[in-house]
């Protein structure tokens, strides 16, 4: 049996390779160059009806090189680190850049926004996992999912991951940072019928942390009755109710509103939310705060894809909004200053309005509780929103029935007025950490 | 002329100093009494894209992708490894890795090697990186931001790309079958924002698949593509709120195949089926759909963005029939299910890259056309809706339920073709929804290559195809409550 080898620091020898590539760029007359080196390894293992179904070795290796002449810029990458595939690459890097325009806004971001400081986030927690154990653990997770209920009769299984994996970045202005992180999880699907219904639910826990994921007993029973507790579920009939998102469908609402105040959409003016700094979005309860720096976090960084120190700062105060999600191109392009996100949004946190979940189904009294969304109706554009939907149906504060084959629609924008009420039901196993959220109204289209 | 295995040699082995002497080594490694199923797959792939934005070319980025995974399967047990490098030791380790599924300790090996070149290459194996010069690549992106800012003078933003692939692989199985494929894919597409008086939308177009780039200049693809996509956003502009309910729908033909895609083909796939986790396990030979249909995934059409010679595990692809008028008739097979369902794999092992395990994927999948001409179709209808073009899909393979949202689509009422509708989002039940085709138009068309599909995080290249459909009720999820 192989061990996992996950301790690793290629560190120095990185940095060596990354201060080469930056010199022969500028040997080649780039004004400027960044560039990234990542390696990462993993073990995976499925395991499917009482037996291993899969077992999976990850190792992964990339360079992403970009090079700038002035305002031009070329990018290009390579996974293969040997001398001449470096040079190459370079190569091509400044073979694009030839052909691709004078843009007044490209360029590294500007020196003085460089990280200085790197707190120890604490991401780095290699798991002594070897098969043998990684196969034993997902085989407790399906026997308990698989034992819970009668009317579980198949599965498609259970995993366990375990990455580990180590990032640097640096560009021609000297700067240079190395990161280490790790992330493990492990999760179960289980099949359930009773006649002629046949429903699948999921369910899974991660962390950077081994010693803090959720015990198989725990995932592998929670599987089982999300599983279950959809069986005999029946569309229904046309109306507008009020929709009760849960944390896991929540924290995508929350990721239309970042994709809204991204520097992207907003130059491109591409959004639903153009222009919308100082505006009223939400409701005056409602906060929203991105914390980068929060140690063992799945969304923690101290500088972004750009070397640009992040910060903790409000993304919503009091329903407005007060800040976007810029790197250094976006920022330029709108006059303003890279809010260091060019790597996307760190850990963001939705205050909760103090109730629990109970509290909120019987604030929403009848209405629709939404656990599952598909497809990929919405549009950030107009911020038309239109998907298919899964849940249960809700009276008197009490489920009813589960519920399929419908679709909710509604507008973003109507839809972030009308939130109601946050849930303390929090969900913190992404880098979006919110409970439920409640909304007024929306249009259910069914049968 | 050169075949594909002298590709992959001078690809995977000149530089490398590997030989079947060393790959003998490796299955000696890789092959326990215990294995049904062993492969090596070798692949180099090289990408190159040019975006352009705001009338300049904004972005240029060229990459190399090459690797090597080691796959052995004992039954319904797979163990795997990869290695980005080519070489022995990497071979070696990654062997060894792989093997750790079985728990047999004797070793076996392959007897005799077999070269096999695709018997009917459906593709040159020309390179489309060198297709154009970069000059004519950039003056194609900047003819399609004229045409479309000419075409309209609402149109304020037009984002268009151009990407080419060029990958070679060799596939290196237990039975000794040495299998080489050179894939060219190139692909183009058009966005456009369109703004008047405040209000904003926006449209795609574009096309692709399997040869050089001057398919799109000597096409005269900039104008075509440019034009419907500053089509599709204006009429957007004029657009209402769908209704929300059940209703007659009438689907158009080519990318609207999509239906077929989500609704049936995925429910189809082996894996699912060999698990009896898909709504259509156990139901060969059931009447799953209205007399007429006929439904195929065929991985054989020349140049065709979801074809392939040979797929990743080596085997030739087929038309593989799923459903014959109504009548359920089959699977898609990769190697590993077949042999698990004592059945032969139907070509359609597909993966996203060496460093993903392959599965049962669709190739292009089609309806075969009917009698009625689509104008009768619609006239057909006294209420209902006409969707045209979709932005995509996702299915529930287990309760059946299937979702895909319109980004072009009308109302119909009294026969005709009426007001443009926005934000129609179209649910059903894949085992149930061909059962309500009422009519199969005449016009079987395919898409213009720009299929994506995701499954277990792998995405593959797909295309889709069908008539004009007429479909007695699907939910329609609009804001407007009819």
């Known amino acids: 049996m192989i061990e996992l080898d996950n301790r690793f620091d290629l560190s120095t020898e990185f940095q060596a390779m990354a201060e080469q590539v930056l010199a022969a760029a500028k040997a080649k007359g780039a004004t400027a160059a960044e560039l990234d080196i990542d390696k990462s390894m993993g073990l995976s293992v499925e395991v499917r009806m009482g037996q291993v179904e899969k077992l999976q070795y990850h190792r992964d290796q990339g360079i992403n090189l970009a090079v700038y002449f002035g305002h031009r810029k070329g990018y290009a990458s390579t996974g293969d680190f040997s001398p001449q595939a470096l040079a190459d690459t370079l190569e091509a890097a400044c073979r694009i850049a030839r052909y691709t325009s004078e843009d007044d806004f490209n360029g590294l971001a500007d020196a003085e926004r460089m990280a200085t400081e790197f707190p120890k986030l604490d991401l780095y927690h290699p798991w002594e996992l070897n098969a043998d154990m990684a196969i034993d653990m997902a085989l407790q997770t399906e026997a308990v999912a698989r034992e819970h209920d009668a009317r579980i009769t198949n599965?498609?299984?259970?995993?366990?991951?375990?990455?580990?994996?180590?990032?640097?970045?640096?560009?021609?202005?000297?700067?240079?940072?190395?990161?280490?992180?790790?992330?493990?999880?492990?999760?179960?699907?289980?099949?359930?019928?009773?006649?002629?219904?046949?429903?699948?639910?999921?369910?899974?826990?991660?962390?950077?942390?081994?010693?803090?994921?959720?015990?198989?007993?725990?995932?592998?029973?929670?599987?089982?009755?999300?599983?279950?507790?959809?069986?005999?579920?029946?569309?229904?009939?046309?109306?507008?109710?009020?929709?009760?998102?849960?944390?896991?469908?929540?924290?995508?609402?929350?990721?239309?509103?970042?994709?809204?105040?991204?520097?992207?959409?907003?130059?491109?003016?591409?959004s639903f939310l153009l222009n919308s700094i100082g505006q009223q979005a939400f409701p005056d309860f409602v906060q929203l705060r991105e914390d980068p720096l929060i140690r063992q976090a799945l969304g923690s960084r101290s500088y972004d894809a750009e070397g640009v120190a992040t910060q903790a700062r409000d993304i919503v105060k009091d329903g407005i909004i007060q800040g976007y999600f810029l790197g250094s191109y976006s920022a330029r392009k709108l006059g303003m200053q890279s809010t260091g996100s060019a790597s996307g949004a760190t850990n963001l946190l939705l205050a909760d309005t103090g109730v629990s979940f109970p509290d909120l189904l019987a604030q929403m009294g009848t209405g629709l509780m939404v656990t599952e969304l598909i497809g990929s109706g919405v549009n950030g554009i107009t911020g038309d929103y239109s998907r298919g939907a899964v849940g249960y149906w809700v009276e008197n504060g009490m489920i009813v029935h589960p519920v399929e084959e419908v679709t909710i629609a509604g507008n973003l924008k109507a839809m972030f007025k009308g939130i109601v009420a946050i849930g303390d039901d929090v969900d913190a196993r992404g880098s979006i950490r919110t409970g439920s959220i409640l909304i007024d109204k929306m249009t259910i289209a069914g049968q | 002329?050169?075949?594909?295995?002298?590709?992959?040699?001078?690809?995977?082995?000149?530089?490398?100093?590997?030989?079947?002497?060393?790959?003998?080594?490796?299955?000696?490694?890789?092959?326990?009494?215990?294995?049904?199923?062993?492969?090596?797959?070798?692949?180099?792939?090289?990408?190159?894209?040019?975006?352009?934005?705001?009338?300049?070319?904004?972005?240029?980025?060229?990459?190399?992708?090459?690797?090597?995974?080691?796959?052995?399967?004992?039954?319904?047990?797979?163990?795997?490894?990869?290695?980005?490098?080519?070489?022995?030791?990497?071979?070696?380790?990654?062997?060894?890795?792989?093997?750790?599924?079985?728990?047999?300790?004797?070793?076996?090996?392959?007897?005799?090697?077999?070269?096999?070149?695709?018997?009917?290459?459906?593709?040159?194996?020309?390179?489309?990186?060198?297709?154009?010069?970069?000059?004519?690549?950039?003056?194609?992106?900047?003819?399609?931001?004229?045409?479309?800012?000419?075409?309209?003078?609402?149109?304020?933003?037009?984002?268009?790309?151009?990407?080419?692939?060029?990958?070679?692989?060799?596939?290196?199985?237990?039975?000794g079958r040495m299998t080489a494929d050179v894939r060219p894919l190139v692909r183009a597409n058009v966005s456009v924002i369109v703004e008047r008086n405040g209000q904003t939308e926006s449209a795609t177009a574009g096309g692709g698949g399997r040869f050089n780039l001057d398919y799109f200049v000597s096409g005269n693809?900039?104008?075509?593509?440019?034009?419907?996509?500053?089509?599709?956003?204006?009429?957007?502009?004029?657009?209402?709120?769908?209704?929300?309910?059940?209703?007659?729908?009438?689907?158009?033909?080519?990318?609207?195949?999509?239906?077929?895609?989500?609704?049936?083909?995925?429910?189809?796939?082996?894996?699912?089926?060999?698990?009896?986790?898909?709504?259509?396990?156990?139901?060969?030979?059931?009447?799953?759909?209205?007399?007429?249909?006929?439904?195929?995934?065929?991985?054989?059409?020349?140049?065709?963005?979801?074809?392939?010679?040979?797929?990743?595990?080596?085997?030739?692809?087929?038309?593989?029939?799923?459903?014959?008028?109504?009548?359920?008739?089959?699977?898609?097979?990769?190697?590993?299910?077949?042999?698990?369902?004592?059945?032969?794999?139907?070509?359609?092992?597909?993966?996203?890259?060496?460093?993903?395990?392959?599965?049962?994927?669709?190739?292009?999948?089609?309806?075969?056309?009917?009698?009625?001409?689509?104008?009768?179709?619609?006239?057909?209808?006294?209420?209902?809706?006409?969707?045209?073009?979709?932005?995509?899909?996702?299915?529930?393979?287990?309760?059946?339920?299937?979702?895909?949202?319109?980004?072009?689509?009308?109302?119909?009422?009294?026969?005709?073709?009426?007001?443009?509708?926005?934000?129609?989002?179209?649910?059903?039940?894949?085992?149930?929804?061909?059962?309500?085709?009422?009519?199969?138009?005449?016009?079987?068309?395919?898409?213009?290559?720009?299929?994506?599909?995701?499954?277990?995080?792998?995405?593959?290249?797909?295309?889709?195809?069908?008539?004009?459909?007429?479909?007695?009720?699907?939910?329609?999820?609009?804001?407007?409550?009819?």
């Open chain 1, 155 to 270: 599965s498609e299984g259970a995993g366990v991951d375990s990455y580990a994996g180590m990032s640097l970045y640096a560009n021609s202005h000297g700067f240079m940072g190395v990161s280490h992180s790790t992330r493990h999880s492990l999760s179960c699907s289980v099949v359930a019928q009773d006649g002629d219904s046949m429903q699948r639910d999921y369910w899974y826990s991660v962390s950077r942390v081994p010693g803090l994921l959720e015990s198989a007993d725990s995932v592998g029973a929670e599987a089982a009755q999300r599983t279950v507790r959809r069986l005999n579920a029946r569309s229904l009939s046309t109306r507008e109710a009020p929709v009760l998102f849960v944390p896991q469908m929540a924290r995508g609402l929350v990721g239309q509103l970042v994709s809204a105040i991204s520097g992207g959409s907003q130059y491109r003016k591409a």
């Open chain 2, 221 to 482: 693809k900039a104008q075509e593509y440019a034009e419907e996509a500053v089509r599709k956003a204006l009429i957007n502009l004029d657009a209402e709120a769908a209704p929300a309910g059940n209703m007659t729908v009438v689907l158009g033909n080519g990318w609207p195949g999509v239906l077929l895609h989500e609704a049936i083909g995925h429910g189809l796939e082996g894996d699912f089926n060999r698990k009896g986790t898909s709504a259509f396990a156990g139901r060969i030979g059931e009447q799953v759909a209205a007399k007429g249909i006929t439904v195929v995934d065929d991985g054989t059409l020349e140049q065709r963005r979801g074809s392939l010679s040979v797929d990743d595990e080596g085997t030739q692809t087929q038309c593989t029939t799923l459903i014959e008028d109504g009548i359920l008739k089959g699977y898609l097979f990769d190697r590993q299910n077949a042999a698990l369902m004592g059945t032969q794999s139907t070509g359609n092992g597909r993966r996203q890259s060496y460093a993903n395990l392959p599965m049962p994927r669709m190739t292009n999948t089609y309806m075969r056309a009917g009698d009625y001409d689509p104008a009768e179709i619609i006239a057909s209808v006294e209420k209902g809706i006409y969707a045209v073009n979709f932005s995509g899909g996702q299915v529930d393979i287990t309760s059946g339920k299937f979702v895909f949202s319109a980004s072009e689509a009308y109302q119909i009422e009294n026969g005709k073709i009426g007001k443009p509708l926005k934000n129609a989002t179209l649910i059903g039940n894949g085992p149930d929804v061909l059962t309500r085709v009422s009519m199969i138009g005449n016009d079987l068309q395919l898409d213009t290559g720009i299929g994506v599909c995701g499954k277990d995080g792998q995405s593959v290249p797909v295309g889709v195809g069908q008539p004009t459909l007429r479909v007695d009720g699907l939910t329609v999820g609009g804001t407007a409550t009819a």
């Open chain 2, 1 to 175: 002329m050169k075949q594909a295995y002298d590709f992959a040699r001078e690809a995977f082995f000149a530089p490398t100093g590997l030989s079947e002497a060393h790959l003998e080594q490796v299955f000696s490694q890789l092959l326990t009494k215990d294995t049904t199923l062993a492969d090596l797959y070798f692949q180099s792939a090289r990408h190159e894209s040019w975006g352009l934005e705001e009338g300049i070319i904004k972005s240029g980025s060229y990459s190399i992708e090459q690797g090597v995974g080691v796959r052995s399967v004992c039954g319904e047990q797979t163990g795997f490894a990869y290695s980005g490098e080519i070489t022995l030791p990497a071979l070696l380790e990654s062997a060894k890795a792989a093997r750790a599924i079985s728990r047999a300790g004797q070793s076996g090996a392959v007897n005799a090697w077999t070269v096999r070149t695709p018997q009917r290459p459906l593709y040159g194996i020309d390179d489309p990186l060198n297709s154009l010069s970069e000059d004519d690549k950039i003056s194609f992106l900047r003819q399609i931001d004229s045409i479309a800012r000419a075409t309209s003078p609402y149109v304020r933003q037009v984002m268009a790309s151009m990407v080419a692939v060029h990958e070679i692989i060799l596939v290196v199985d237990e039975t």
